[in-house]
């Protein structure tokens, strides 16, 4: 199990999706989020979208391997899909924040950890900007977390810095690759 964690726009989406499109034997296994959907997301694709009562639910009946709160938003990985995608005899890539990257490691301590770093917390602010996703307010609440989150980078395997979205992909392939054919 590949774990990626990284500040929220340091690209860890771009990153898998290049990894996933290279490395057949990979798939992502898709989160829930108690957050509201943005404009062109959808349900079981980028996040599977659930109630705060619903999500309550799910982790009083202990059906996540690892769940958090983030930006004042539940997030968590269901069991059930990491079962699924591992039914099908392949590896399982997860892309979580640095709480829930440290509850996997946890309780699945052979998996293998990599954090994606920004090239700066300036270009980082910028990328968030530019997707015109958040609030401000909310932008910066993101920004104060990936001071938290950079400062954590030493607790994971690989450090990968997305300075340029082509070399960051292919080390992260490399990364995965290599730590395939070791297992």
Request: charged share 30%.
């Amino acid at each position: 199990m590949f774990v990626v964690s990284g500040p929220s726009g340091a690209g860890k989406g771009t990153l898998i999706k290049g990894a996933l499109q290279r490395i057949p034997d990979l798939a992502v296994a898709v989160s829930v989020t108690t957050r509201a959907k943005r404009p062109g997301e959808v349900d079981g694709r980028e996040y599977h979208f659930m109630s705060r009562a619903e999500f309550a639910r799910l982790v009083d009946e202990g059906a996540f391997l690892e769940h958090a709160e983030f930006a004042g938003n539940r997030y968590g990985t269901l069991n059930s899909e990491l079962d699924r995608i591992m039914g099908t005899g392949r590896s399982v890539i997860l892309e979580i924040e640095l709480q829930g990257a440290r509850n996997v490691r946890r309780v699945r301590p052979e998996s293998v950890s990599v954090f994606i770093e920004p090239p700066s917390l300036e270009e980082l602010a910028r990328r968030l900007r530019d997707r015109a996703t958040d609030a401000e307010e909310e932008i910066e609440a993101r920004l104060e977390v990936a001071r938290t989150e950079v400062a954590a980078r030493e607790e994971f395997d690989h450090v990968i810095l997305n300075d340029h979205v082509d070399r960051a992909t292919a080390e992260l392939v490399s990364v995965i690759d290599a730590e395939m054919d070791a297992a």
